[in-house]
């Protein structure tokens, strides 16, 4: 009933009956109904989780860096066991759960206890640092320093001068007119304490510092290896904590390092996850964009809006459109899940088959740089793995296939715990603030559930330790209640009460830091205007940092000191060496009829908005239900999302978010009877498979021309081939295609039957066919499997649409590489690959 747009197609199935989740008999405490009044009371339930993590906190656990939920206990380093760095990085005896939650406390609006927070950092300003532990230095900035500056924002840059307070904010205003910056020494002294990190020889920090003792107290084997997270990402909150000390150093050391990374990308503009800080090495060739590299990317991109920097802009979008080129798994659009994959930096080859739990953050950065329909895809597929395991496995497979499934069900959670992450909350955050759709709410309100009935414990929240048999863990990391319950309480306000959201912070380029700490800059903020500046001598200040900056420039330029690639063998790579015959391009673009546009490159020209376009009068719709690809994933995948057994017999057994009883009631546009209400239709999973093709030197993929084509007039009728919107791909010399198979009795990942008459409609009969312009008569051995026709779905990360044709100017084959069949020209002016024609593969002769 929903997809009448696609009622002509053939193979729709039900989706209720279809989905592998489902169980509908549960009993909900709620009705979904989304009114102000109850997403207060979600508000207000959010709230009361936070007041018990915090309380739990203080009475046991303060003031040690976190509370042990199941055990009452405080928690911090393990000081027997300097190794233990899985334990070790994030805890330095610091109280580390309030330096990560001063904010926290604002947003729950818990002012008596920021009050007292204040209090007990006061009277440890000058002593909470000098401890004689090893910590991380990426968790300690993001964690500890980040918290300081963003606290210390907060409480100078966000009631001053705001007459029209509401009342609600009076304590808020006091507590910001009695602070008098100390915050901010205490974060100077912090980073005087992790900056030794970053002066190593190589730029590259090492990745522990001892906080009393400084970096020679660290045992070296503590030292060697280093994550492009870890070592990138302290550019935000060093380059900040420059901005506001007026200290240049902490910028100067953090962006010598991220730019250095940088110039050592790989030819694709792909960054590898791990580096020898000491051998100055990358440690491996793969790349992706969870755990270890998630955070180099989005600091990019907050960067850039933090300091107004192109030069951060450039390095993100140059990013992404290499992951969209080389990681991102599957066909095209229409499969409306997009999974990044972890893929060789060198040739974009397939390197792992999981998508971790850290990875869910994407699709929220992917919502803040403008990429709203990329965001959705991204955010579905973590969207039924929730539904699968009401959490998300740290590594999830996503290739598993049914041969695999028969000999050990264990293999699709890879990696089994749930730490209670916030990073799916995260990004539904940012989709709902985007779209406002009500799914996100739902999917809220469901967390929220779960957070409610099976994550609380006596003292707090814990995760799971193993989410195949529901064994928790006792822990809870501060992150839980900075980033999983502040994010959750920002999703459920709807009516804009919290301050993030109202006036006072709309004038401000705010961003979250990757721990969800708000941060902004701009020149007012300027340490030479600064009222609780230091006692540094502002004069000299401006010399040294003229002098370190001439520094830093000359010496990107004089010592190009790259790092050097890792020893692992360079990955196996399919080349085929189609020559191009550069001649005089047939005059269709200079002589102004057609204009070209870089189909990436355009995605960044505007923000998408509203994409599920929904009216005014639909309010009460999830534009959810209007995706032909909502169950796609549940259907495709299968064979790895398992629900482990004993999540099927509990009350809350993970059946679908999406597929609540009263949700749907409410927002699915059921019919006027109840009795349609559960037959939504959606289209058939595809049963083509997909070959993936890489010509020419797949090195230079960046630099080939991919654009659409636009008509500026009429189209003259002497190109009446080319139509609008055709990709335009003059030369095939560096090129990744994703092709689908197609044959007869298949679904195609349109929702079409492939039938013999389609296929007999595509085939060439004569093959007769050309090779290229110079070579012309040869004659193309027959098929091999005649019943067979491909068709291109990605180029070089472009989806190629329903009906659009890839246009290429005629090649020349070095036979003596691939063989005289492997690549001809039909007399259609279609491509033949290997004898099997392209459908939308044609050769333009001008
Ligand atoms: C939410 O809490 C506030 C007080 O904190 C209360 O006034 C209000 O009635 C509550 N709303 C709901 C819907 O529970
Ligand atoms: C941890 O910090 C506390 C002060 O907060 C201090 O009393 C204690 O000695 C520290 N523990 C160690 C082992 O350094
Ligand atoms: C399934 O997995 C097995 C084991 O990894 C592999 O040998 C086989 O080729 C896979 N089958 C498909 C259809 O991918
Ligand atoms: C100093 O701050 C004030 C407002 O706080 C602003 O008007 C002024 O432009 C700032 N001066 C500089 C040099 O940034
Ligand atoms: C490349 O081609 C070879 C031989 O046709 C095939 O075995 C291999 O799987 C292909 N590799 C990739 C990465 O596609
Ligand atoms: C549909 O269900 C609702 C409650 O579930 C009920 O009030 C209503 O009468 C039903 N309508 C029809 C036409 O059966
Ligand atoms: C191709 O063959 C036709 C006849 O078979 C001939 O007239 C034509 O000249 C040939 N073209 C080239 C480029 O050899
Ligand atoms: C064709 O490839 C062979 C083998 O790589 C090479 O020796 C030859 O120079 C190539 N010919 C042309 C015309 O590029």
Not at 72 to 92: F, Q, T
Not at 730 to 735: A, G, L, N, V, Y
Not at 819 to 832: E, H, Q
């Amino acid at each position: 009933m929903f997809y009448t747009s696609i009622n002509n197609r053939i193979a729709l199935v039900t989706c209720i009956l279809a989905c592998f989740c489902c169980v509908q008999s549960l009993k909900y405490q709620y009705e979904s109904s989304f009114t102000p009044n109850h997403i207060q009371y979600l508000k207000n339930e959010t709230r009361l989780l936070f007041k018990h993590a915090w309380s739990s906190y203080m009475q046991y656990g303060f003031p040690a860096d976190e509370v042990l939920p199941d055990t009452c206990e405080p928690y911090g380093p393990d000081y027997n066991n300097v190794d233990n760095v899985v334990r070790n990085d994030a805890l330095g005896n610091t109280s580390s759960t309030i330096l990560d939650n001063l904010d926290t406390l604002m947003i729950m609006e818990e002012w008596e206890e920021l009050e007292r927070a204040l209090e007990y950092l006061k009277s440890e300003e000058k002593t909470l640092f000098n401890k004689d532990t090893i910590v991380q230095v990426f968790e300690t900035t993001i964690r500890s320093l980040g918290g300081l500056l963003s606290t210390h924002l907060l409480l100078t840059d966000v009631t001053k001068g705001n007459k029209i307070l509401p009342s609600r904010y009076q304590k808020f205003k006091e507590i910001s007119d009695n602070y008098d910056g100390f915050l901010l020494n205490m974060a100077y002294d912090l980073g005087l304490k992790l900056l030794p990190a970053f002066k190593t020889s190589t730029e590259i920090p090492v990745p522990r510092i001892n906080l009393a003792k400084g970096v020679l107290k660290v045992p070296s084997n503590l030292q060697k290896e280093t994550c492009t997270s870890g070592a990138a990402s302290p550019v935000l909150e060093f380059t900040l904590l420059s901005k506001l000390s007026g200290d240049p150093q902490f910028e100067y050391y953090s962006q010598l390092t991220f730019w250095k990374l940088w110039s050592s990308r790989s030819a694709l503009d792909l960054m590898p996850m791990s580096i020898d800080p000491i051998a100055n090495k990358w440690k491996d060739q793969i790349t992706g964009i969870g755990a270890s590299v998630d955070s180099f990317y989005e600091y990019a991109a907050k960067a850039s809006i933090l300091f107004n920097d192109d030069y951060m802009w450039h390095v993100f979008k140059t990013s992404y459109k290499a992951l969209l080129a080389h990681s991102v798994q599957g066909g095209g659009d229409n499969e409306g899940v997009m999974i990044f994959g972890n893929v060789g930096v060198n040739d974009g080859s397939l390197a792992s088959i999981w998508i971790d739990s850290l990875g869910a953050f994407w699709s929220g950065l992917q919502v803040l740089t403008g990429q709203l329909q990329d965001a959705i895809k991204t955010h579905l597929m973590y969207l039924k793995l929730w539904d699968h395991f009401d959490s998300i496995p740290e590594r999830w497979n996503f290739l598993l296939n049914k041969s695999q499934l028969e000999n050990d069900d264990s293999e699709a959670i890879m990696l089994e715990w749930y730490p209670l992450r916030p990073e799916f909350i995260e990004s539904t955050y940012y989709l709902y603030r985007a779209t406002r759709d009500p799914m996100y709410l739902q999917i809220g309100a469901r967390v929220l559930e779960l957070l409610q009935t099976k994550y609380k414990t006596i003292c707090g929240f814990h995760g799971l330790q193993d989410i195949r048999t529901g064994n928790f863990q006792n822990r809870m990391e501060t992150f839980v209640m900075s980033e999983t319950l502040k994010y959750l309480m920002l999703l459920f306000d709807a009516d804009n009460e919290i301050f993030l959201h109202t006036s006072m912070m709309s004038n401000k380029n705010w961003i979250f830091s990757t721990e969800a700490h708000p941060m902004w800059f701009d020149k007012r903020l300027d340490p030479y205007n600064f009222t609780h500046s230091r006692s540094a001598d502002k004069q000299n200040m401006g010399t040294l940092k003229n002098s370190l900056f001439a520094k830093m420039k000359s010496k990107f330029s004089r010592s190009k000191r790259k790092l050097t690639t890792a020893d692992e063998k360079t990955f196996y790579r399919n080349i085929t060496t189609p020559r191009v015959i550069t001649y005089e391009m047939p005059g269709i673009i200079e002589n102004g009829d057609i204009h070209k546009i870089d189909p990436l490159e355009s995605k960044f020209d505007k923000c998408e908005v509203n994409v599920f376009n929904n009216k005014p009068s639909m309010l009460t719709v999830s534009g959810y239900y209007q995706l032909s690809s909502f169950f796609y994933p549940d259907h495709a995948f299968k064979y790895s999302l398992i629900k482990p057994r004993y999540l099927s017999k509990s009350a809350l057994d993970g059946s679908c978010v999406e597929l609540t009883p009263s949700f749907l009631r409410i927002f699915a546009m059921s019919g006027p009877d109840n009795t349609t209400k559960y037959h939504h239709q959606c289209p058939r999973t595809s049963t083509t498979t997909y070959l993936e093709l890489v010509l020419g030197n797949i090195e230079k993929a960046q630099s080939v021309e991919i654009s659409r084509l636009k008509y500026k007039r009429k189209q003259p009728t002497e190109y009446i081939s080319l139509q609008e919107d055709d990709l335009w791909v003059p030369d095939f010399s560096s090129i990744r295609l994703k092709i689908e198979k197609l044959s007869s009795g298949l679904i195609d990942s349109e929702n079409m039957l492939i039938t013999d008459s389609f296929i007999q409609s595509i085939r060439v009969d004569d093959y007769n066919a050309e090779i290229g312009m110079s070579a012309a008569n040869q004659s193309v051995s027959t098929t091999k499997d005649i019943s067979l026709v491909l068709r291109i779905k990605k180029i070089n990360g472009i989806s190629v649409k329903p009906g659009q044709v890839v246009w290429t100017l005629p090649f020349e084959i070095n036979t003596s590489i691939i063989g005289d069949s492997s690549i001809g020209v039909a007399s259609d002016n279609r491509v033949v690959l290997q004898g099997n024609v392209v459908e939308n593969l044609k050769v333009w002769y001008g």
